[in-house]
């Protein structure tokens, strides 16, 4: 069992930046593959970036490619996400989350968080 918490999320400026953390709790955290995913109102939940178990390997969305980073520290047992260049359209909530493999889709994971509120100001 893995519960994941967020935090980071408020208010920004468009143009600003944000860091978002997830700490899990469980010894396991090592072993999962981590995600961030986001939902704005009225839309469906969507990708923004997947992290390997490892962290070797990190993926984004296209429209997150080079102003979004994740990152991972395995000894703190957290994810984080720095977010960078933030647009109006940025605005959602953040939802952290954990499955045994790459997390490209919803379906891979078996863990979520509560989420944590980005809204982004133009």
């Known amino acids: 069992q893995v519960q994941l918490v967020e935090s980071g999320g408020g208010l920004v400026q468009a143009g600003g930046s944000l860091g978002l953390s997830c700490a899990a709790s469980?010894?396991?955290?090592?072993?999962?593959?981590m995600g961030w995913f986001r939902q704005a109102p009225g839309k469906e939940r969507e990708f923004v970036a997947a992290?390997?178990?490892?962290?070797?390997?990190?993926y984004y969305a296209d429209s997150m490619k080079g102003r979004f980073t994740i990152s991972r520290d395995n000894a703190k047992n957290t994810v984080y996400l720095q977010m960078n260049s933030l647009k109006p359209e940025d605005t959602a909530v953040y939802y952290c989350?954990?499955?045994?493999?790459?997390?490209?889709?919803?379906?891979?994971?078996?863990?979520w968080g509560k989420g944590t509120l980005v809204t982004v100001s133009s």
């Open positions: 989350a954990a499955g045994p493999r790459l997390l490209l889709t919803t379906y891979g994971v078996t863990y």
């Open positions: 469980g010894r396991t955290f090592g072993t999962y593959a």
């Open positions: 992290i390997t178990w490892n962290g070797d390997n990190t």
